[in-house]
T-cell receptor, first 118, second 117 residues
Framework: DTGVSQDPRHKITKRGQNVTFRCDPISEHNRLYWYRQTLGQGPEFLTYFQNEAQLEKSRLLSDRFSAERPKGSFSTLEIQRTEQGDSAMYLC????????????????FGEGSRLTVL | AQKITQTQPGMFVQEKEAVTLDCTYDTSDQSYGLFWYKQPSSGEMIFLIYQGSYDEQNATEGRYSLNFQKARKSANLVISASQLGDSAMYFCAMRALYTGTASKLTFGTGTRLQVTL
């Protein structure tokens, strides 16, 4: 399977614990995005990487959240001191370079990591 | 700033019938792209169709077509010949199109489509 993969798919944790999610994008895609989706809502942008550089962060990304993409390939999203309000689906997406043929800006999403904070 | 509005929380359609899912948008950008994604219960967002703001013709992809009315700022999705497998959440999204921008999409709240026998 050459799509975007995310791990773990489900995570249940107690309030105050730290959690980390991993995303492996499509190999030739240099752009990687994290989105958060709460129940009944559409995905909301969290952050964006081009290669290893984190170029944009949403105000939704509090200081308890940190994302990395150290080698420009996979990415991790860590949430420290989790709160019940962090319960959501965390979606990772990737996209090819702007110069890629027929690039409409379509994002290719993984199946998401569902976080439940008790 | 961009805003997407989907006013239909849920829709029902009979198998083999056509259905229209509404989407209106607001943006100050002159050049933008509009997208529709499908999200089945598995959670993955599946790209369906794209329309550029300067495209003169409405986009079509198989059973999907996008009814783009720029003056009304609407980008409705039409699904023809509905199938049971079309039951899912459908999200309208948009992004600005200008050099150097990330493909940061702004999504609506979605419409849940249920296809019945």
């Amino acid at each position: 399977d050459t799509g975007v993969s995310q791990d773990p798919r489900h995570k249940i944790t107690k309030r105050g614990q730290n959690v980390t999610f991993r995303c492996d994008p499509i190999s030739e895609h240099n752009r990687l995005y994290w989105y958060r989706q709460t129940l009944g809502q559409g995905p909301e942008f969290l952050t964006y990487f081009q290669n290893e550089a984190q170029l944009e962060k949403s105000r939704l990304l509090s200081d308890r959240f940190s994302a990395e993409r150290p080698k420009g390939s996979f990415s991790t999203l860590e949430i420290q001191r989790t709160e019940q309000g962090d319960s959501a689906m965390y979606l990772c997406a990737s996209s090819p370079p702007v110069s890629h043929r027929a690039n409409t800006g379509e994002l290719f999403f993984g199946e998401g990591s569902r976080l439940t904070v008790l | 700033a961009q805003k997407i509005t989907q006013t239909q929380p849920g829709m029902f359609v009979q198998e083999k019938e056509a259905v229209t899912l509404d989407c209106t948008y607001d943006t100050s950008d002159q050049s933008y792209g509009l997208f529709w994604y499908k999200q089945p219960s598995s959670g993955e967002m599946i790209f369906l169709i794209y329309q550029g703001s300067y495209d003169e013709q409405n986009a079509t992809e198989g059973r999907y077509s996008l009814n783009f009315q720029k003056a009304r700022k609407s980008a409705n999705l039409v699904i023809s010949a509905s199938q049971l497998g079309d039951s899912a959440m459908y999200f309208c999204a948009m992004r600005a199109l200008y050099t150097g921008t990330a493909s940061k999409l702004t999504f609506g709240t979605g419409t849940r489509l249920q296809v019945t026998l």
